[in-house]
Nanobody
Framework: QVQLVESGGGLVQAGGSLTLSCAAS????????MGWFRQAPGKEREFVAV????????IYADSVKGRFTISRDNAKNTVYLQMNSLKPEDTAEYYC????????????WGQGTQVTVSS
C-alpha cells in the first residue's frame, strides 16, 4: 500500500498561483498512476488531472486545461500540481490519489489540502 500526504494549499487572490505537493510513502510512487481531484462544498468530488507512472502522459479536466500542470518526481516520490491563473471557482479541497491499475486513480487517497481563491 501507499500513503499519500498533500501540502501546499492556502488562500490566494484570483489570478494568483499555488503549487500543491503529494508525498507518497510505503511503496515507490513510480508504481502508481497519480492524480488530483477536488471537492467544493456541496458538490461531488471531481477529477482534475492525472499523470502516468513514468510521467510520459497527462490528462486534464477541461476546466483546468491550460492553467494547471501536473508533474512528478519519482526519485522524491512526489507529485505536484502547479495551479496558475486561479479563479474563485477553483476553491475546493484538493485530494491526491494513486492507483496501480486504473489510469484515473481511485485506490488510495490523501487527506486533502484546502485551496481558497478570493475574488
Amino acid at each position: 500500500q501507499v500513503q499519500l500526504v498533500e501540502s501546499g494549499g492556502g488562500l490566494v487572490q484570483a489570478g494568483g498561483s499555488l503549487t500543491l505537493s503529494c508525498a507518497a510513502s510505503g511503496r515507490a510512487s513510480s508504481m502508481y498512476n497519480m492524480g488530483w481531484f477536488r471537492q467544493a462544498p456541496g458538490k461531488e468530488r471531481e477529477f482534475v488531472a492525472v499523470i502516468t507512472r513514468s510521467g510520459a502522459s497527462t490528462i486534464y479536466a477541461d476546466s483546468v486545461k491550460g492553467r494547471f500542470t501536473i508533474s512528478r518526481d519519482n526519485a522524491k516520490n512526489t507529485v505536484y500540481l502547479q495551479m496558475n491563473s486561479l479563479k474563485p471557482e477553483d476553491t475546493a479541497e484538493y485530494y491526491c490519489a494513486a492507483d496501480e491499475r486504473r489510469l484515473v486513480p481511485r485506490d488510495f487517497w490523501g487527506q486533502g489540502t484546502q485551496v481558497t481563491v478570493s475574488s
